[in-house]
């Protein structure tokens, strides 16, 4: 782990006044949560994935596409790593005021954070499509393979962003404020490529600083101020003792 990059985050946290964390499926993995599109992710066992997570794909073929769902979007006994932990910890001591994720996994909240925009929605929230009846997890994981609402009988739904779906425009509106009045944005976990999200990153403001963790290249390095390849975990894990966590 290259710990004179780490310091120099630590030391760039320390001067910010304004700090704000966007991050992707790479924050989750190290609690047990594949990712999309590394060489191990879902999409390179499951050929077609970014079509069952439609809503077309979930009417049309709600089996195949709650087979999906409850495999690799509904994981239990899954708990939130240094990361998750490290950003709580650092909103409750003023250091971090926002936390934008693309995940919808919710550990970021079970690790404490509580200024989390989600632009992709959250996994763990269910509702009915024709009354909005809202579900719990475990209200749907003990359903049957494709849940319905026990009020009307209609499709129970993930309250997610699926393809083919807008992100909502509140969220959007959000996480361009926050971003715009970062003096320093930390990246990690992302490679970057999901659009609108990926996008947001160029809202801040030119003489904000970025840094960028993620153990693969992705197209915004030129952006990034500070390039940090390893696992964003063990880098936060790091991290915390050098600004006093």
Not at 7 to 20: F, G, H, P, Q, T
Request: with cysteine; charged share 25%.
């Amino acid at each position: 782990m290259d710990m004179k990059k780490i310091e120099k985050l630590a030391e760039m946290i320390k001067d910010a006044r304004s700090l704000v964390f966007f991050g992707g499926a790479g924050v989750s993995t190290e609690s047990g949560i594949p990712d999309f599109r590394s060489k191990n992710g879902i999409y390179s066992k499951n050929i077609g994935a970014e079509h069952i997570l439609t809503p077309g794909f979930m009417h049309h073929d709600s089996e195949e596409y709650w087979r999906f769902y409850r495999a690799y979007l509904m994981p239990k006994g899954v708990e939130p790593n240094a990361c998750h932990k490290v950003l709580a910890r650092m909103e409750e001591k003023g250091l971090c005021d926002a936390v934008i994720t693309q995940n919808v996994d919710a550990l970021h909240q079970k690790a404490g954070s509580r200024n989390v925009i989600e632009l992709h929605g959250n996994g763990q929230r269910f509702f009915c499509e024709k009354c909005r009846k809202a579900y719990s997890f475990e209200e749907v994981d003990a359903m049957d393979l494709v849940p319905r609402c026990t009020a009307c009988g209609a499709l129970i739904r993930p309250d997610i962003v699926h393809y083919e779906e807008a992100l909502d425009q509140d969220n959007i509106l959000r996480a361009v404020s926050a971003i715009q009045g970062a003096d320093l944005l930390i990246i990690g976990g992302t490679s970057l490529v999901v659009y609108p999200a990926a996008g947001l990153i160029t809202y801040q403001k030119p003489e904000g600083l970025k840094v960028l963790i993620n153990q693969s290249e992705t197209y915004s390095d030129s952006l990034a101020d500070l390039i940090i390849r390893d696992p964003i975990g063990q880098v936060f894990k790091a991290l915390a003792p050098l600004i006093n966590l």
